[in-house]
């Protein structure tokens, strides 16, 4: 069953997109369905995306439960080792 559950927000970073070219990216898109590519029933999928460049400035990936959990944790201990005044 999926739950058609997406959570949107503003980010600021950049992203290696189609043809190896960086860009700004602006807007995430978190949600948990059905993946396009990656070989599960249900990943949690990832869009970094800068929409004022049209649809091909975006960046997707495709995570099982597990290895979203994983990310979340590196993502906190990589944050935690870093100096507060660094993350400004």
Known sequence: MCTYTT???TVDGSAKGP???WFH???ITVYFDHPFHAMAEHTLN???AAPEK?????VAVE???DSAR???AAIQEALDAVPVEMQA
Do not use: E, Q, Y
């Open 7 to 9: 959570v949107r927000d």
């Open 19 to 21: 043809g190896g070219s």
């Open 25 to 27: 990216v602006t807007d």
């Open 46 to 48: 990832i869009d970094f």
């Open 54 to 58: 049209g649809p091909a400035a975006r």
């Open 63 to 65: 995570l099982t439960a």
């Open 70 to 72: 994983r990310l979340m």
